[in-house]
């Protein structure tokens, strides 16, 4: 998440005082006890992608819960309502969350599907994106339901299962359901998110061969989980060449030569023996590529840093140059695209994947959070440039591919629904915050009318994506008492016409 430019500072707002609202006395007394059973029930839904079983499973507990706590509920394909009715021919205001979690790996440390609580702190994949926030939804309607307090809208809450693969749900499902007016994701951060950065990736790709002669040579490589998780781990193994004439040192002593090099803090690394060859493995640490990528550690640059210059020529020196070249900072000036945007600041790039194909070929994927002032087409054609300059500068062969499809998301900061959400923040946290520009991809961009809106709080590290993510429990109950007084404004007064709008 990035802060808005100087020039928004004004339209946070003023601070109030901080008062226990009745419905946030009403949730902590009655509701919040709810909040770590019902989170660690759904923790334990493995829903990564192609795990239909756990999507179907989590649904009907999504389903069974609702009707539980007295809602209206349906099943609409991969889309879940969960309804709080107002009157009749009411207005309808969305709540929209993911079940769907990012894929995980053995580097964890604690179970990421056991949906633990150690010392106030939920563990495991989806606590903070986008279990938490599922939960948080449910128990906020069921206080706002049982308070009495005269609604002027129908509140329906709408839980997708694809937003972190292939991401066509709602597509699916506006094709036969008719969009709230108007909605709120709960899927980024408070108080309100009012442009979000274009989700592209650059793709690079060769074969392993090699155009020179040396006593080790690269056989396998390998870096990352998914393009959206800032890699904290990459792996090469070097094997000896059993050709005549070969040049460069043997194993023992390469390996030694390595270890007499360093790599960035919070980055370690370790060489460990292969038949005829040795395995190098960087260390670093997991991060959502948009929206905490600072937070990381790439592991993948890691390695270019560490070896790029002790491989023959040939194709994995060429990828770890590009990944070595594309990692020089977080804002891509390695790629020539690191020009600020007035308002959504640089782009976000992250070398995260380096996978083997079934073509025979190694792919290394670039994550790209692009901005207005470059994406589309325009940054295709900018980054394949890139490349051809690159071959032409190294003898290289990578073959430019990628995804470019996604456009910046951008709301004007003076619209109606904006100032609401600002003033409904500072009033149940007693500060003003500024609106934010998040380098993460949202439903807002899938739904009409739609802005993110919370569940993190400005100022933290996002530790969605993560390895080990986890959220405090007192967060998740602040941020039910945040989402209490906006729907408190919102659901109970008079309709807001255009809400997007000034």
Same mark, same amino acid.
């Given at each position: 998440?990035?802060?808005?430019?100087?020039?928004?500072?004004?339209?946070?707002?003023?601070?109030?005082?901080?008062?226990?609202?009745?419905?946030?006395?009403?949730?902590?007394?009655?509701? %919040?006890?709810?909040? +770590? #059973? *019902?989170?660690?029930?759904? @923790?334990?839904?493995?829903?990564?992608?192609?795990?239909? $079983? =756990? !999507?179907?499973?989590?649904?009907?507990?999504?389903?069974?819960?609702?009707?539980?706590?007295?809602?209206?509920?349906?099943?609409?394909?991969?889309?879940?309502?969960?309804?709080?009715?107002?009157?009749?021919?009411?207005?309808?205001?969305?709540?929209?969350?993911?079940?769907?979690?990012?894929?995980?790996?053995?580097?964890?440390?604690?179970?990421?599907?056991?949906?633990?609580?150690?010392?106030?702190?939920?563990?495991?994949?989806?606590? %903070?994106?986008?279990? +938490? #926030? *599922?939960?948080?939804?449910? @128990?906020?309607?069921?206080?706002?339901?049982?308070?009495? $307090? =005269? !609604?002027?809208?129908?509140?329906?809450?709408?839980?997708?299962?694809?937003?972190?693969?292939?991401?066509?749900?709602?597509?699916?499902?506006?094709?036969?359901?008719?969009?709230?007016?108007?909605?709120?994701?709960?899927?980024?951060?408070?108080?309100?998110?009012?442009?979000?950065?274009?989700?592209?990736?650059?793709?690079?790709?060769?074969?392993?061969?090699?155009?020179?002669?040396?006593?080790?040579?690269?056989?396998?490589?390998?870096?990352?989980?998914?393009?959206?998780?800032?890699?904290?781990?990459?792996?090469?193994?070097?094997?000896?060449?059993?050709?005549?004439? =070969?040049?460069?040192?043997?194993?023992?002593?390469?390996?030694?030569?390595?270890?007499?090099?360093?790599?960035?803090?919070?980055?370690?690394?370790?060489?460990?023996?292969?038949?005829?060859?040795?395995?190098?493995?960087?260390?670093?640490?997991?991060?959502?590529?948009?929206?905490?990528?600072?937070?990381?550690?790439?592991?993948?640059?890691?390695?270019?840093?560490?070896?790029?210059?002790?491989?023959?020529?040939?194709?994995?020196?060429?990828?770890?140059?590009?990944?070595?070249?594309?990692?020089?900072?977080?804002?891509?000036?390695?790629?020539?695209?690191?020009?600020?945007?007035?308002?959504?600041?640089?782009?976000?790039?992250?070398?995260?994947?380096?996978?083997?194909?079934?073509?025979?070929?190694?792919?290394?994927?670039?994550?790209?959070?692009?901005?207005?002032?470059?994406?589309?087409?325009?940054?295709?054609?900018?980054?394949?440039?890139?490349?051809?300059?690159?071959?032409?500068?190294?003898?290289?062969?990578?073959?430019?591919?990628?995804?470019?499809?996604?456009?910046?998301?951008?709301?004007?900061?003076?619209?109606?629904?904006?100032?609401?959400?600002?003033?409904?923040?500072?009033?149940?946290?007693?500060?003003?915050?500024?609106?934010?520009?998040?380098?993460?991809?949202?439903?807002?961009?899938?739904?009409?009318?739609?802005?993110?809106?919370?569940?993190?709080?400005?100022?933290?590290?996002?530790?969605?994506?993560?390895?080990?993510?986890?959220?405090?429990?007192?967060?998740?109950?602040?941020?039910?008492?945040?989402?209490?007084?906006?729907?408190?404004?919102?659901?109970?007064?008079?309709?807001?016409?255009?809400?997007?709008?000034?």
């Amino acid at each position: 998440m990035r802060n808005l430019r100087p020039a928004l500072v004004a339209l946070a707002g003023v601070g109030f005082g901080l008062a226990q609202s009745p419905l946030a006395t009403a949730y902590r007394l009655k509701e %919040a006890p709810r909040m +770590g #059973p *019902l989170l660690s029930e759904v @923790l334990r839904f493995p829903t990564v992608a192609g795990n239909e $079983k =756990a !999507r179907l499973d989590q649904q009907a507990w999504v389903l069974k819960v609702g009707k539980e706590l007295g809602f209206t509920v349906r099943e609409a394909g991969k889309v879940t309502e969960v309804e709080l009715p107002g009157p009749a021919g009411a207005p309808v205001i969305g709540l929209v969350v993911h079940g769907d979690v990012q894929p995980v790996d053995d580097h964890w440390t604690i179970p990421p599907f056991a949906g633990e609580i150690r010392n106030g702190i939920v563990l495991g994949r989806g606590a %903070a994106d986008d279990k +938490g #926030p *599922l939960v948080q939804a449910l @128990l906020a309607l069921k206080v706002l339901q049982d308070s009495g $307090k =005269a !609604r002027t809208h129908t509140l329906r809450l709408l839980v997708g299962s694809d937003e972190e693969s292939s991401n066509l749900d709602f597509a699916e499902y506006l094709k036969d359901h008719k969009a709230p007016d108007f909605s709120l994701v709960l899927d980024s951060e408070f108080p309100v998110v009012v442009g979000e950065k274009a989700w592209n990736a650059l793709t690079v790709e060769t074969e392993m061969g090699e155009r020179e002669n040396r006593v080790l040579s690269a056989t396998r490589m390998e870096s990352g989980l998914t393009a959206s998780i800032v890699p904290d781990q990459a792996t090469i193994v070097l094997s000896e060449n059993p050709r005549l004439g =070969a040049v460069g040192l043997p194993p023992a002593e390469f390996k030694g030569a390595i270890h007499r090099k360093s790599v960035p803090p919070g980055v370690r690394f370790e060489t460990q023996d292969q038949r005829a060859g040795v395995q190098i493995t960087t260390h670093g640490k997991a991060a959502h590529a948009g929206v905490n990528a600072p937070g990381g550690r790439n592991a993948l640059v890691a390695l270019a840093h560490l070896l790029v210059d002790e491989l023959p020529a040939g194709g994995a020196k060429d990828l770890l140059a590009f990944a070595k070249l594309a990692g020089q900072d977080l804002k891509g000036t390695g790629l020539g695209i690191a020009t600020a945007d007035p308002v959504f600041g640089f782009p976000t790039v992250v070398p995260s994947l380096l996978k083997a194909q079934e073509n025979g070929k190694v792919r290394l994927t670039i994550n790209i959070r692009s901005t207005p002032t470059l994406s589309g087409e325009a940054l295709k054609a900018h980054l394949f440039k890139q490349v051809a300059d690159f071959n032409a500068r190294t003898g290289a062969h990578l073959e430019p591919g990628g995804f470019f499809g996604d456009t910046p998301l951008a709301f004007d900061p003076k619209g109606k629904l904006v100032k609401r959400l600002l003033a409904s923040y500072a009033k149940a946290t007693g500060k003003a915050a500024h609106p934010a520009i998040s380098g993460g991809g949202t439903y807002a961009k899938r739904i009409p009318n739609a802005i993110a809106f919370g569940m993190w709080f400005p100022g933290k590290p996002y530790p969605g994506h993560d390895v080990d993510e986890q959220v405090p429990m007192e967060d998740l109950h602040k941020g039910v008492e945040v989402l209490l007084e906006t729907l408190s404004d919102l659901a109970c007064g008079a309709p807001l016409a255009e809400p997007l709008k000034p």
